[in-house]
């Protein structure tokens, strides 16, 4: 039954909400928002007079209520993306999509909250006045103003930076406007400019750059230069907030899936759908097939020697923004799934990962707990009893619109959301040592659909999750809107039903199912290409895709399932290869040419920068000399066994010197914006044969050390390194002109 204007007000104000009718945006009533009322009777009189208004809830302490106002026009959502970034993710709380296309996002009143314009587009009304709320019409282009958090969810505290919230610098500022800075204060001041905008997650080379400007422009007299590069040498020790400086790394967007991806169901889906949304195809395809992946259960498996795969599978959606229209993708495929198996749709999703113990009882079998059996006040013995009969149906569908919260939830101390997570992925066997938590979950059926930008979903990776194997289990892919829809598409005037009839035909097909094999064609095509799916590779990259097999191998069969078929065939391998290749170059894209290893990074692009190379002794110092011999070893040694940079020995007037430089694999990779591989064991032992001719034909005199990075080798007027002795790793090439040794 369709909600009435009236029935949404009476909702309200059972809320203690006071609400006012609205001509389109403005208050029907001869006081406005003072008129504001929750009495059912007043409501009801007034609706009778208009019974086509919009639906105002009054803000402030009436209702109990303050809103932040999102507005799409004005650059709202770049402001608040700027907020989130520096303090976090906005809690969980309800949220309305407006008829506008921007948000509303509403929290618990606060005493201290006041109505303020935050920035272009961003307003808090907390106060005096009144927002506009579902199911009403926008007056301008007539879309219905809608709920979309999740049910029942209670609201939120306002955060503390909404509070009393300051105005916001524009997007590519990194110093705050001043007036001239007199001598006593200009390393003070240059070292706040360098601290806010490490904070913010700022290179050390942006900040020297930022330094010079400001120092220039503003102090009086202006610091020697020597003092700005130590100053921001300083600062930049520290590590950033972003892991990775995504502006100097990301790869150019992938390329669309190759047309193999969308055959079959799932691409007929797609098709039919793709010109009446904002969506991406991809999108709606890895949604899609996730979705049904989990509603067919676990029944169909594949079997790579002792472990099975199932159908739940994991994909992250990363968009260069909000508006990359991921959770309309989810919408689109969830109305297709649902009319196939409603109670799937309606008890079996759930969003807001938060903990292990919670998604382990979302799924979790019965617990047995020990009751007392007293005689005569005294305990005798005990008796096993249930105390919750469990959860029959191990289906579950994550959506986490939030990723970002997600990952910043497993950075706390004592989480256990990311081994619960892997377990999810790996067997279904869930559960946590913990006394507090007796609940666990065998047999559990898990798929997650996250949402998340690519900046957020750099910000808060963890290294330890790219380290522990959690990032692996997730499908990374990129997402973007792929046409603009003012008006919204025809989807209503779509005909779904023969489309749904043969879905549901394959998901009764898909839960009878067991074990499936390869057929031959199939065979064949695995083993040419199972040796490149199982090359490892490099840095963030390398660990974020290292699972490809085990994808390929729950896409194919997917894509098997949704034909009916009984065993995989050659095509459904090809498409699942083919969206694998998409999720590859989405990886590329978001983590580039990143090791992981913020100092290795750092020093692979200075290097980068420095076609002269660079001394140990300069390399030192590039690092404020806050680096230890035996760290810049470490990763001279990784940057050189991936052939990313070279070394040579120079002569001086005091002893020989040793010289670091960019090779042009390096520049190579960084210009096509992906990462070479590392050196095969054939190419390392050619080069260790070449350095073994090489030495037999040095002189006598000349000292040939086993590594050149194991000893102290700066000219004798160069302050060597801290701990420069310490650690070892393979020496420079050789060649002419070249140590070898």
Same mark, same amino acid.
């Given at each position: 039954? *369709?909600?009435?204007?009236?029935?949404?007000?009476? !909702?309200?104000?059972? =809320?203690?909400?006071?609400?006012?009718?609205?001509?389109?945006?403005?208050?029907?009533?001869?006081?406005?928002?003072?008129?504001?009322?929750?009495?059912?009777?007043? $409501?009801?009189? !007034?609706?009778?007079?208009?019974?086509?208004?919009?639906?105002?809830?009054?803000?402030?302490?009436?209702?109990? $209520?303050?809103?932040?106002?999102?507005?799409?026009? =004005?650059?709202?959502?770049? @402001?608040?993306?700027?907020?989130?970034?520096?303090?976090?993710?906005?809690?969980?709380?309800?949220?309305?999509?407006?008829?506008?296309?921007?948000?509303?996002?509403?929290?618990?009143? =606060?005493?201290?909250?006041?109505?303020?314009?935050?920035?272009?587009?961003?307003?808090?009304?907390?106060?005096?006045?009144?927002? /506009?709320?579902?199911?009403?019409?926008?007056?301008?282009?007539?879309?219905?103003?809608?709920?979309?958090?999740?049910?029942?969810?209670?609201?939120?505290?306002?955060?503390?930076?909404?509070?009393?919230? !300051?105005? $916001?610098?524009? *997007?590519?500022?990194?110093?705050?406007?001043?007036?001239?800075?007199?001598?006593?204060?200009?390393?003070?001041?240059?070292?706040?400019?360098?601290?806010?905008?490490?904070?913010?997650?700022?290179?050390?080379?942006?900040?020297?750059?930022?330094?010079?400007?400001? #120092?220039?422009?503003?102090?009086?007299?202006?610091?020697?230069?020597?003092?700005?590069?130590?100053?921001?040498?300083? $600062?930049?020790?520290?590590? %950033?907030?972003?892991?990775?400086?995504?502006?100097?790394?990301?790869?150019?967007?992938? #390329?669309?899936?190759?047309?193999?991806?969308?055959?079959?169901?799932?691409?007929?889906?797609?098709?039919?759908?793709?010109?009446?949304?904002?969506?991406?195809?991809?999108?709606?395809?890895?949604?899609?097939?996730?979705?049904?992946?989990?509603?067919?259960?676990?029944?169909?498996?594949?079997?790579?020697?002792?472990?099975?795969?199932?159908?739940?599978?994991?994909?992250?959606?990363?968009?260069?923004?909000?508006?990359?229209?991921?959770?309309?993708?989810?919408? #689109?495929?969830?109305?297709?799934?649902?009319?196939?198996?409603?109670?799937?749709?309606?008890?079996?999703?759930?969003?807001? +990962?938060?903990?292990?113990?919670?998604?382990?009882?979302?799924?979790?079998?019965?617990?047995?707990?020990?009751?007392?059996?007293?005689?005569?006040?005294?305990?005798?013995?005990?008796?096993?009893?249930?105390?919750?009969?469990?959860?029959?149906?191990?289906?579950? +569908?994550? /959506?986490?619109?939030?990723?970002?919260?997600?990952?910043?939830?497993?950075?706390?101390?004592?989480?256990?959301?990311?081994?619960?997570?892997?377990? @999810?992925?790996?067997?279904?066997?869930?559960?946590? &040592?913990?006394?507090?938590?007796?609940?666990?979950?065998?047999?559990?059926?898990?798929?997650?659909?996250?949402?998340?930008?690519?900046?957020?979903?750099?910000?808060?990776?963890?290294?330890?999750?790219?380290?522990?194997?959690?990032?692996?289990?997730?499908?990374?892919?990129?997402?973007?809107?792929?046409?603009?829809?003012?008006?919204?598409?025809?989807?209503?005037? &779509?005909?779904?039903?023969?489309?749904?009839?043969?879905?549901?035909?394959?998901?009764?097909?898909?839960?009878?199912?067991?074990?499936?094999?390869?057929?031959?064609?199939?065979?064949?095509?695995? /083993?040419?290409?199972?040796?490149?799916?199982?090359?490892?590779?490099?840095?963030?990259?390398?660990?974020?895709?290292?699972?490809?097999? @085990?994808?390929? /191998? !729950?896409?194919?069969?997917?894509?098997?399932?949704?034909?009916?078929?009984?065993?995989?065939? *050659?095509?459904?391998?090809?498409?699942?290869?083919?969206?694998?290749?998409?999720?590859?170059?989405?990886?590329?894209?978001?983590?580039?040419?990143?090791?992981?290893?913020?100092?290795?990074?750092?020093? &692979?692009?200075?290097?980068?920068?420095?076609?002269?190379?660079?001394?140990?002794?300069?390399?030192?110092? =590039?690092?404020?000399?806050?680096?230890?011999?035996?760290?810049?070893?470490?990763?001279?040694?990784?940057?050189?066994?991936?052939?990313?940079?070279?070394?040579?020995?120079?002569?001086?007037?005091?002893?020989? %010197?040793?010289?670091?430089?960019?090779?042009?694999?390096?520049?190579?990779?960084?210009?096509?914006?992906?990462?070479?591989? @590392?050196?095969?064991?054939?190419?390392?032992?050619?080069?260790?044969?070449?350095?073994?001719?090489?030495?037999?034909?040095?002189?006598?005199?000349?000292?040939?050390?086993?590594?050149?990075?194991?000893?102290?080798?700066?000219?004798?007027?160069?302050?060597?390194?801290?701990?420069?002795?310490?650690?070892?790793?393979?020496?420079?090439?050789?060649?002419?002109?070249?140590?070898?040794?």
């Amino acid at each position: 039954m *369709k909600l009435t204007m009236l029935d949404a007000a009476l !909702r309200y104000a059972r =809320h203690g909400w006071q609400v006012e009718p609205l001509d389109g945006k403005i208050p029907i009533t001869e006081n406005g928002y003072k008129d504001g009322s929750a009495d059912p009777d007043e $409501i009801r009189r !007034r609706w009778r007079e208009h019974p086509e208004a919009n639906v105002g809830v009054l803000v402030g302490e009436t209702s109990g $209520i303050c809103v932040l106002d999102v507005d799409l026009k =004005h650059g709202g959502v770049e @402001a608040l993306e700027r907020l989130v970034a520096e303090h976090g993710p906005l809690p969980e709380t309800p949220t309305v999509a407006t008829g506008g296309g921007g948000r509303h996002f509403y929290f618990r009143y =606060h005493p201290k909250a006041r109505r303020s314009t935050i920035a272009p587009g961003l307003e808090l009304k907390a106060r005096d006045g009144y927002v /506009v709320a579902p199911p009403s019409k926008h007056p301008e282009t007539g879309a219905a103003y809608r709920w979309i958090s999740a049910r029942d969810l209670p609201l939120a505290e306002l955060p503390e930076w909404l509070v009393a919230p !300051r105005a $916001i610098a524009p *997007k590519d500022a990194t110093v705050t406007p001043a007036g001239p800075v007199a001598e006593g204060s200009r390393n003070s001041t240059l070292t706040s400019v360098a601290g806010a905008m490490r904070r913010r997650g700022a290179s050390a080379a942006s900040i020297l750059s930022a330094l010079k400007s400001e #120092n220039l422009a503003r102090c009086v007299p202006p610091l020697a230069e020597a003092e700005v590069e130590q100053i921001a040498r300083s $600062i930049a020790r520290y590590q %950033a907030v972003e892991i990775i400086e995504v502006e100097s790394r990301k790869a150019t967007w992938p #390329n669309p899936p190759d047309a193999t991806a969308f055959r079959g169901l799932a691409g007929e889906y797609v098709h039919l759908v793709e010109e009446h949304t904002e969506s991406d195809p991809v999108a709606l395809l890895a949604q899609f097939l996730v979705g049904f992946g989990n509603m067919i259960g676990r029944g169909p498996y594949f079997s790579v020697e002792a472990d099975r795969h199932y159908t739940n599978e994991f994909v992250v959606l990363v968009g260069e923004s909000s508006r990359g229209r991921k959770g309309t993708a989810w919408g #689109n495929a969830r109305r297709l799934l649902q009319a196939v198996d409603p109670g799937w749709a309606d008890l079996r999703q759930q969003s807001g +990962l938060s903990s292990g113990e919670g998604l382990i009882w979302a799924v979790r079998d019965r617990v047995m707990g020990r009751s007392a059996i007293r005689k005569g006040g005294r305990v005798v013995e005990y008796e096993e009893v249930e105390e919750d009969p469990g959860v029959s149906d191990k289906r579950l +569908l994550v /959506v986490e619109p939030e990723f970002a919260s997600t990952l910043r939830v497993m950075g706390r101390d004592g989480s256990t959301l990311s081994p619960v997570v892997r377990q @999810a992925w790996d067997s279904g066997d869930l559960r946590v &040592l913990t006394k507090k938590s007796p609940a666990n979950a065998t047999g559990a059926h898990v798929s997650i659909i996250a949402h998340v930008t690519s900046d957020e979903f750099l910000r808060y990776l963890d290294r330890t999750e790219v380290a522990n194997g959690f990032i692996n289990r997730f499908l990374p892919i990129c997402v973007r809107r792929a046409r603009i829809l003012p008006e919204g598409g025809r989807l209503h005037e &779509l005909d779904f039903l023969p489309l749904i009839s043969r879905l549901g035909r394959a998901v009764e097909l898909a839960r009878t199912r067991g074990q499936l094999s390869r057929d031959e064609a199939a065979r064949a095509l695995w /083993v040419d290409v199972y040796g490149q799916l199982s090359k490892g590779r490099p840095g963030l990259l390398g660990a974020a895709i290292s699972r490809a097999e @085990a994808h390929v /191998v !729950r896409l194919s069969l997917l894509y098997a399932l949704l034909d009916g078929a009984e065993r995989i065939g *050659k095509v459904h391998l090809e498409s699942a290869l083919a969206l694998w290749q998409y999720a590859e170059s989405s990886a590329r894209h978001i983590f580039g040419d990143a090791l992981g290893e913020p100092l290795a990074d750092e020093l &692979l692009a200075a290097l980068r920068d420095r076609p002269e190379g660079m001394t140990r002794t300069e390399i030192s110092s =590039h690092f404020g000399r806050h680096r230890s011999g035996a760290d810049l070893t470490r990763v001279l040694s990784a940057l050189h066994e991936r052939g990313l940079i070279r070394g040579q020995r120079e002569q001086t007037e005091g002893r020989s %010197a040793e010289r670091w430089f960019a090779t042009e694999r390096a520049k190579e990779a960084k210009e096509a914006n992906e990462v070479p591989p @590392a050196c095969s064991n054939a190419s390392h032992s050619s080069l260790v044969s070449q350095r073994v001719e090489a030495t037999a034909n040095e002189p006598a005199s000349e000292a040939s050390p086993c590594s050149l990075l194991s000893q102290s080798s700066e000219p004798a007027r160069e302050e060597p390194a801290s701990g420069a002795e310490s650690g070892s790793a393979p020496p420079p090439e050789g060649g002419e002109g070249t140590w070898v040794g």
